[in-house]
């Protein structure tokens, strides 16, 4: 069983759409993470959420911390042929790092 | 800056051999990480260290050791590869408990024949 649920795990749109991703979690996290990975590339950092109800903007990407710090979604406006890759929410529990299964998201001209 | 190294980049093993996966980070971080990723799985953690000389289990540790004899590096072993073990792993660190963020290597893909 996976402790972060992510969906939808594929999503395939045109230029311009918007999408929203989400990642969710019975349990209490101090922290979410938000990551993003090209092929043949490690993970990297995209932002971190810490307090519930917390909104982050990053130009056209918006990230949310739900109020009982179990959930956050990653929502994308107007997206680009450049967005496209795996996107990976994770959150930590004592000294551990635990991943989501991923959404891989396809965005075509 | 280097941040996070990983060696070898590929390997190719027969079922039944052994090797060890080498992390190296330089940016004095007291976590660090090993995770495997394959297909629909996102990245599942093998083994994690809090602290030098301290290693500790993480989702899937069954057929792999790990040791930290150093705060930089982080070696991860297979005794005994099987197929099961064909993927991609990564190597992350990060500054402890407080703060997760992580860095990772840019992977080792292994494949078992």
């Known amino acids: 069983t996976q402790l972060l649920e992510q969906s939808p795990q594929f999503l395939s749109i045109q230029e311009g759409e918007n999408l929203t991703v989400y990642c969710n979690s019975s349990?209490?996290?101090?922290?979410l993470q938000w990551y993003r990975q090209e092929p043949g590339e490690g993970p990297v950092l995209l932002v971190t959420v810490v307090t519930g109800g917390e909104v982050k903007k990053l130009k056209r990407l918006t990230f949310q911390f739900g109020d009982a710090r179990k959930d956050s979604s990653l929502h994308i406006t107007a997206a680009q042929p450049g967005d496209t890759g795996l996107y990976l929410c994770?959150?930590?529990?004592?000294?551990?790092?635990?991943f989501g299964q991923g959404t891989e998201l396809s965005v075509k001209p | 800056n280097a941040g996070v190294t990983q060696t070898p980049k590929f390997r190719v093993l027969k079922t039944g051999q052994s090797m060890t996966l080498l992390c190296a980070q330089d940016?004095?971080?007291?976590?660090m990480y090993w995770y495997r990723q394959d297909p629909g799985m996102g990245l599942r953690l093998i083994h994690y260290?809090?602290?030098?000389?301290?290693?500790a289990k993480g989702e899937v540790p069954d057929g792999y050791n790990v040791s930290r004899l150093k705060k930089q590096n982080f070696l991860l072993g297979l005794e005994s590869a099987a197929p099961s073990q064909t993927s991609v792993y990564f190597c992350?660190?990060?500054?402890?408990?407080?703060?997760?963020?992580?860095?990772f290597g840019q992977g080792t893909r292994l494949t078992v024949v």
């Open positions: 992350a660190s990060s500054l402890g408990r407080w703060n997760t963020e992580a860095f």
């Open positions: 940016m004095n971080h007291e976590y």
């Open positions: 349990s209490v996290f101090s922290s």
């Open positions: 994770a959150g930590g529990q004592g000294g551990k790092l635990i």
């Open positions: 260290s809090v602290g030098e000389g301290t290693t």
